[in-house]
T-cell receptor, first 113, second 109 residues
Framework: SQTIHQWPATLVQPVGSPLSLECTVEGTSNPNLYWYRQAAGRGLQLLFYSVGIGQISSEVPQNLSASRPQDRQFILSSKKLLLSDSGFYLC????????????FGPGTRLTVL | EDQVTQSPEALRLQEGESSSLNCSYTVSGLRGLFWYRQDPGKGPEFLFTLYSAGEEKEKERLKATLTKKESFLHITAPKPEDSATYLCAVQAIGNQFYFGTGTSLTVIP
């Protein structure tokens, strides 16, 4: 079964600073990968998904971007953070075999001050 | 419009008091329905996948069921360690995933 790593676990950044969150996956190959944001008391908001290296689809227009430089690596970036970017960021990996289940990483708590 | 609605938003149970969480969905073609458990500050943990109406899955004190319009997560004789937020998600034919906002369960000793 796959294992999803995210880092850092927590991050406090000033407004206007850059951002780079990393997600790596073990135990599977050629997965679909997803970035979600979860605001306090709210549901999961899909930000980006990728079906392969260099293939990124954006679901929400914003100052965030994503890249997939390797098969099992997914990066979420920003050039200038906004206060509204604060939240809990989750990376997910979809098992494209029999179940289609999405499995989640441990998350990154981002606070923008 | 495809969507997922979970109820209640919050549920407090005494230890041993069984209950059910509801997940209602409208989607143009269901590929799968997923239940997750999320503890505070952690990523969702996968519990069950259901594919067709009438299907049931069990794991310890949890049992998930599926109809054509909703799913129930039944919790039998809950313990304090079952306290968490339970999320429901639906996968549509086009591989889109729709998540509910969750039910926050608190089990009181």
């Amino acid at each position: 079964s796959q294992t999803i790593h995210q880092w850092p676990a927590t991050l406090v950044q000033p407004v206007g600073s850059p951002l780079s969150l990393e997600c790596t996956v073990e135990g599977t190959s050629n997965p679909n990968l997803y970035w979600y944001r979860q605001a306090a008391g709210r549901g999961l908001q899909l930000l980006f998904y990728s079906v392969g290296i260099g293939q990124i689809s954006s679901e929400v227009p914003q100052n965030l971007s994503a890249s997939r430089p390797q098969d099992r690596q997914f990066i979420l970036s920003s050039k200038k953070l906004l206060l509204s970017d604060s939240g809990f960021y989750l990376c997910a990996c979809q098992d494209r075999g029999r179940t289609d289940t999405q499995y989640f990483g441990p998350g990154t708590r981002l606070t923008v001050l | 419009e495809d969507q997922v609605t979970q109820s209640p938003e919050a549920l407090r149970l005494q230890e041993g008091e069984s209950s059910s969480l509801n997940c209602s969905y409208t989607v143009s073609g269901l590929r799968g329905l997923f239940w997750y458990r999320q503890d505070p500050g952690k990523g969702p943990e996968f519990l069950f996948t259901l594919y067709s109406a009438g299907e049931e899955k069990e794991k310890e004190r949890l049992k998930a069921t599926l109809t054509k319009k909703e799913s129930f997560l039944h919790i039998t004789a809950p313990k304090p360690e079952d306290s968490a937020t339970y999320l429901c998600a639906v996968q549509a034919i086009g591989n889109q995933f729709y998540f509910g906002t969750g039910t926050s369960l608190t089990v009181i000793p």
